[in-house]
Structures are given as structure tokens and as C-alpha cells.
């Protein structure tokens, strides 16, 4: 089963505060990414990992925001402090490789910042 | 740089009636296309893809879309509409088979009865 487990489903936070996301894909995904998708907008790609490397995360806030894949398996997301803005759900995709055009998506956790 | 525009930010059809959700996109080469759909609080779930081959493509729940290289477009379709299709849908395209999805900002299709 190519599953991704995401944790938490739901957090609230109050800004200023930290918050840690975490990612878990079936083994053998390669590439893994992190999405933010704000209430009623369309996802938009935060960082891509290819196995333990970074491949693009020039969306990524990384005044306040940063991501690591462990061993190219695991990921976590993490947001010090946080903002209002912030409040979005944030959704960990994961895709078998280069040769593949399936994309596997996590339910999501759902931030909200008060 | 790559884009997906749906430039109807809501679609309103009456049951039984076909209905059509517009996507078109800008990419540099072959672009790889996709719908997905997504009922309130629940998370993305995939409708369809094109990658190479039939223009017109077939997917989940009875839809369809259509690729038109020269009008740059991938239009969801459904002949007859119900009210459980409500919902918001995505366009999404990668530039290449590994690569990164880049979504529109949804539609959202309201069905009524």
C-alpha cells in the first residue's frame, strides 16, 4: 500500500508559538513534499526533498519555517515562531520517483493559529 | 515559469445538467495534467490524469477532461451532474514525471438539485 501517514490531524497554537508537523510515507517513496494550503486557495509547494536532499524550497519561509527528511523516509515541518497567516493546512506529498507520475497525498494537518 | 489558471472560482449547474470546469496552464515542454477533487474537510483525492496518448481522458465518478495542446487547456467535464459532485477541484500539472504539482486555485462546483 504506497499510504502517507500525517500527525497531528489538528493543532492549535497561539502566535508566537512553535509547532512541529510530521510525515510518514510507505518506504520506497523517493521524492516527498510539503505543500500549504490555505482556506479556499488552490496547494502551494513549501519544499521537495529527493531521498534526504532538498530539491527546491525557494517557497519556503525560512525565517520561520524549516523541514528534514531523516534517512529519506520521515519528514517533519517545522514553523518558530508562527503567525496568523499561518493558519492553513499543510499536506505531505509523496511520489515513488522520477519515472512515476503518481503522487500520494497525506490527509493533512490543519493549523490553526490564534 | 509554470502556471494553472481556473479562472472560475465557482460553477453552478443544476442536476442532470453537463457540467465543465475550466483549467488552462503554461509550462515549458510536455506538461503532465491532473484533477483533483476535494469534499469539505477531507484531503485531496485524484479524479484523472493525462500523460501521453488520448486527448480525451477518463477518470473516477462518471468525469472526463479534454487536453487541447493549441488552446493550452484541460477542462474537466461530467454529462450529467449530481448533487454529491459538489465540491472544490483542483488543476495541478508537473513539468516532468517526477516533479513538483503546481495547483490552480480551485473551483467550486455547486450542484443543486
Keep these: 500500500e504506497a499510504g502517507v501517514a500525517q500527525s497531528p490531524r489538528y493543532k492549535i497554537i497561539e502566535k508566537r508559538q512553535s509547532v512541529a508537523f510530521w510525515c510518514n510515507p510507505i518506504s520506497g517513496h523517493a521524492t516527498l513534499y510539503w505543500y500549504q494550503q490555505i482556506l479556499g486557495q488552490g496547494p502551494k509547494l513549501l519544499i521537495q526533498f529527493q531521498n534526504n536532499g532538498v530539491v527546491d524550497d525557494s517557497q519556503l519561509p525560512k525565517d520561520r519555517f524549516s523541514a528534514e527528511r531523516l534517512k529519506g523516509v520521515d519528514s517533519t515541518l517545522k514553523i518558530q515562531p508562527a503567525k496568523l497567516e499561518d493558519s492553513a493546512v499543510y499536506l505531505c506529498v509523496a511520489g515513488i520517483g522520477r519515472r512515476s507520475t503518481e503522487a500520494f497525498f497525506g490527509q493533512g494537518t490543519r493549523l490553526t493559529v490564534v | ?113
Excluded: M
Excluded at chain 2, 14 to 36: D, I
Excluded at chain 2, 65 to 81: G, Y
Excluded at chain 2, 87 to 106: D, E, H, M, N, P
Design chain 2, 1 to 113: 515559469a509554470q502556471s494553472v489558471a481556473q479562472p472560475e472560482d465557482q460553477v453552478n449547474v443544476a442536476e442532470g445538467n453537463p457540467l465543465t470546469v475550466k483549467c488552462t496552464y503554461s509550462v515549458s515542454g510536455n506538461p503532465y495534467l491532473f484533477w483533483y477533487v476535494q469534499y469539505p474537510n477531507r484531503g485531496l483525492q485524484f479524479l484523472l490524469k493525462y500523460i501521453t496518448g488520448d486527448n480525451l481522458v477518463k477518470g473516477s465518478y462518471g468525469f472526463e477532461a479534454e487536453f487541447n495542446k493549441s488552446q493550452t487547456s484541460f477542462h474537466l467535464k461530467k454529462p450529467s451532474a449530481l448533487v454529491s459532485d459538489s465540491a472544490l477541484y483542483f488543476c495541478a500539472v508537473r513539468v516532468w514525471r517526477g516533479g513538483k504539482l503546481i495547483f490552480g486555485q480551485g473551483t467550486e462546483l455547486s450542484v443543486k438539485p
